[in-house]
């Protein structure tokens, strides 16, 4: 049979046949999750050693120790600020900060810690052929740190420079989440201050680094996590650095650790101070007041975590001068609701706090010292419709931005790795993100209705910073978030 039978000159070839005389294709499968689900291991010593693998040359490995502010009910506060500041500096096999950032640098690697109310986590992105040394390297600078007293004065310096900073800062929303803890959590777990408080500066020495790490730093409560590299391959990397070391400070036979449970109270915490000044120079910011105010949510270990995060994203807000373009959350209800009927609230945005036993859903708004009184009625008044019946649109669209920011974000590999292990450490296996997905969608309006009913039932927490001649009473706000409307109770002033 002719195979130019078609007349038009070319072979009418059908494209499902393989064509003959070529060898036959070998095609790429596409794997089952088996390669991309996290793996975990469990050393005799209890620390997890958690992997997710990831196509690329380079990987994120990290220690991250169930340790933070919450726990310094019995220690001077500051520990933890001091711990992040102190990080990576010289240890037993390398004499400086500057030795360690040499080694990482001949594998491209850069290092970080970051501490949490409750995490502190080393981290090292690096080429994958340096993980032997890398994870050598982490070991080193969590468990023999030299804290030598030269590096602990420049601590002190720059922890000294920080909260001055933190104070002097056009953007308060640091402060102000450090506010609204300590008046959500009056003097315990997490509403201890995550930030050094000055008094204490001088207080904090090796002696006392040494007695809480003792505590703190054991392998039960830490995990290795590594983003990008071969499980067996971290492990046996971990049994060689991570399994017989003797850290520095000794180990305590029996560790006094904190369990305590973070105990919600409510409250207010006010902080008068003149913001006429926060930014000058050619567009300088109006002077402004600050009001966060929040209310119990739940720890992200429960089921109505997620309906709690599709909220936060249904209120969304942000600033009242931002070129929302898709995506931004211009149909949030506090821009629609807000910021486009109120134009002289300056900002509003709503932030979801959530730790592994409470959490603090708030909303921020900012505005001219003389509209306080009405800024916070309406912020109630959000608070209050929010226990109202959401509507489908802005539910779908709330869950569809909550899951494209969520595996936006699980692009990044550091993203990865801090989620990988932050779920190892605190729940000791992890959720993919497929999973958290199904949660997010299988989200109702009633879900929705039932943990703002229950949210509502808590007392406010409120932080307030500025001018705060306006400043309705404390009792006058709860009044107002246990009232139908969410209106404050009217003020008849006799002498106007």
């Not at 290092?111 to 390297?137: H, I, N, P």
């Not at 007695?211 to 071969?230: D, F, H, K, Q, T």
């Not at 992200?300 to 600033?319: C, H, R, S, T, W």
């Not at 932030?351 to 309406?378: K, T």
């Amino acid at each position: 049979d002719n195979i130019y039978s078609s007349g038009s000159g070319y072979p009418n070839i059908s494209l499902s046949s393989p064509l003959p005389g070529i060898p036959k294709p070998v095609f790429a499968s596409v794997d089952g999750h088996e390669k991309y689900e996290t793996r975990i291991t469990t050393l005799e010593n209890g620390l997890k050693v958690a992997s997710q693998n990831k196509f690329g040359q380079f990987c994120t490995v990290g220690v991250l120790v169930n340790s933070g502010s919450r726990h310094e009910a019995k220690y001077p506060s500051g520990i933890a600020h001091f711990v992040e500041k102190l990080s990576f500096s010289s240890t037993a096999q390398y004499g400086s900060r500057d030795e360690i950032l040499l080694t990482l640098e001949k594998h491209g690697g850069i290092c970080d810690c970051q501490t949490s109310r409750d995490t502190t986590m080393y981290a090292v992105s690096a080429e994958v052929k340096g993980l032997d040394t890398v994870v050598s390297l982490l070991s080193d600078a969590v468990l023999q740190p030299r804290l030598l007293d030269e590096e602990i004065e420049m601590t002190k310096m720059a922890v000294r420079f920080e909260l001055e900073d933190l104070n002097m800062r056009p953007d308060p929303e640091p402060l102000l989440t450090e506010m609204i803890h300590a008046a959500a959590y009056r003097g315990n777990t997490v509403g201890l201050p995550r930030f050094c408080p000055g008094d204490n500066v001088d207080k904090i020495d090796k002696g006392v680094l040494h007695s809480y790490l003792r505590n703190y730093y054991c392998p039960e409560r830490m995990v290795l996590a590594g983003v990008g590299i071969e499980h067996e391959q971290l492990v046996e990397c971990a049994r060689k650095y991570l399994l017989n070391v003797k850290p520095v400070w000794g180990t305590s036979s029996v560790a006094n650790v904190d369990l305590s449970v973070a105990q919600y109270t409510g409250g207010i915490v006010k902080m008068e101070k003149d913001m006429s000044d926060v930014s000058l120079g050619p567009t300088p910011i109006p002077e402004l007041t600050h009001i966060m105010i929040g209310l119990e949510s739940c720890s992200f270990l429960e089921d109505d975590f997620i309906p709690f995060a599709v909220l936060n994203m249904m209120m969304g807000g942000g600033g009242s001068f931002s070129a929302g373009g898709p995506g931004k959350g211009m149909f949030t209800r506090l821009y629609l609701n807000v910021l486009n009927r109120h134009h002289w609230m300056y900002n509003a945005t709503s932030y979801h706090h959530s730790y592994e036993d409470s959490g603090l859903l708030c909303i921020h708004a900012s505005a001219d010292p003389r509209q306080v009184r009405e800024m916070v009625e309406i912020i109630t008044r959000e608070f209050i419709q929010m226990a109202g019946n959401a509507g489908e649109m802005e539910l779908e669209r709330a869950k569809t931005q909550l899951k494209s920011m969520l595996m936006m974000n699980l692009e990044s590999r550091p993203v990865i790795f801090e989620d990988v292990g932050r779920q190892v450490l605190s729940t000791g296996k992890r959720k993919l993100p497929h999973e958290l997905c199904d949660l997010i969608s299988n989200v109702t309006a009633s879900d929705i209705k039932r943990v703002t009913t229950k949210m509502l039932r808590s007392k406010p927490a409120v932080a307030a910073l500025g001018d705060l001649a306006e400043l309705p009473s404390y009792e006058h706000i709860q009044a107002a978030l246990s009232s139908k409307d969410g209106r404050l109770p009217r003020m008849y002033r006799l002498f106007r």
